[in-house]
Structures are given as C-alpha cells and as structure tokens.
C-alpha cells in the first residue's frame, strides 16, 4: 500500500502498528464523531440530513436551543457583539454575569469594531463605561492598555497588536461564548473531533519526546488528512 504524501517511515510504521494493536472502529463511532462536531457547531440543516441519512436517533439535548445557540454565535462572528450579549443574556441568565472574561471579550469585540470603523468618539465612551471598570482587576489591565494603544493608530490593523482586529480574534471569543453556553445546559465544551485530535496530539508529543527518532513523529493534522 503507498504512502500517503506528508507521511514519513516512520509515521507509516507506527499507524500500522496501532491498527494490529486496536479494535476495529465501527461505522456508529464515526458517525457520533461527525454528529457532535455538526451539534456543537450549529450545523442544524447538515445535522438533520445526515440523521435522516444513517437512520440514527435525534439527540434530544443538542438539539434544544440550537437555533437560538446559532443567532448568538453568528452575531458574535459578525461583528454583532452587544446583540450577541443581549441574546445569550436572555438565552441563559446570569451567564456573563458569572463569567467575567467572556463578557469582557465580547465587550472588547464592539469596541474593536468601533475602531476598525473609525467612530473614535463612540469608542472612547464606550472604553469608559463598560471596559474601564475591570480595571479594577489586575489580569485585564494588560489588554485594556493593549485597546487603548489601537486608537492610537490611524491604521490600527498595522499596529504591533493587530490580532485584536484579526477574524481568529473574533472567532475564539464566539467559540469560548459557545462552550460556556453548552456548559450551562451540561452538554460537553469541546465536540469529540475536537477531543480525539487534542488527545492524540498529547500522546504523540509525549511518546516522541520519551522515545525520540524510535517514536511517532509529532502529531500532523495535514499530514494525517492526506493518508
């Protein structure tokens, strides 16, 4: 059997030896696998024809809340933060009320946007309003400052700190936003595609570092799509 491109020797070896070594995963574990990322995602259309498709059972619990769970999501990716708060205020109580970090980043989303629109005015009340007072608190006084820098920038996407303004930004807040919804409604933060990758990225770079060039090279999302 060829190699997949991206693949070395030695991560060809070891792929084999693992498949002697395992039981054999079985056509419902992949499609759980698939099912959690469409859920935890807000796929609802995607996740309904693939339901349809493989004959499984609703699970009852993602599904509640879902559209409402993917309003929020969107407002917060596009460039809707308030909305995003009003929304997921009403969708669950006190939720940012008890997660001080999450509300100060989505606060920190509008007050980005405000700069990357160049309303200065609007940004600055806003800064003293509502982000001024978690300087109270010692861990949010380094970002606060890091704001404060972009409005002194006419082109704040060339500042030294032009990752607030970045899409990955935006993204991560909307994801931390997600996970903390889904945490209330006890369903699981991260999707089981996300687990697996997390856990076998630990125990490769675990196993390279303890037995070097006669381990598994480190874990390669790319190079494990391409096999």
């Avoid at 499609?31 to 995602?41: A, G």
């Avoid at 001024?132 to 890091?146: A, I, M, R």
Wanted: glycine share 4%; hydrophobic share 40%; net charge negative.
């Amino acid at each position: 059997m060829a190699m997949a491109t991206g693949t070395t020797d030695s991560d060809h070896n070891w792929q084999m030896a693992a498949s002697a070594g395992i039981n054999t995963i079985s056509d419902t574990d992949v499609h759980n696998i698939v099912l959690s990322y469409l859920m935890h995602n807000c796929f609802k259309e995607t996740a309904e024809a693939f339901l349809a498709c493989t004959g499984m059972n609703q699970p009852v619990d993602y599904l509640v809340d879902m559209e409402k769970r993917k309003t929020i999501l969107h407002s917060a990716l596009e460039g809707n933060a308030l909305k995003a708060i009003e929304l997921a205020e009403q969708l669950v109580p006190n939720l940012l009320t008890d997660n001080k970090d999450l509300h100060f980043d989505l606060l920190s989303l509008h007050f980005i946007d405000l700069i990357r629109s160049q309303k200065i005015n609007e940004a600055l009340e806003f800064g003293q309003t509502k982000l001024t007072p978690f300087g109270d608190v010692h861990k949010y006084v380094e970002k606060l400052e890091d704001f404060v820098t972009l409005l002194a920038y006419e082109e704040p996407e060339k500042s030294p700190i032009f990752h607030l303004l970045s899409p990955e930004y935006r993204e991560n807040v909307a994801d931390n936003l997600n996970r903390a919804i889904l945490a209330h409604g006890n369903l699981p933060g991260y999707s089981s595609m996300e687990r697996l990758i997390q856990q076998t990225t630990v125990v490769r770079h675990f196993l390279h570092q303890e037995l070097g060039k006669d381990g598994p090279p480190p874990f390669s999302l790319k190079a494990f799509l391409n096999n």
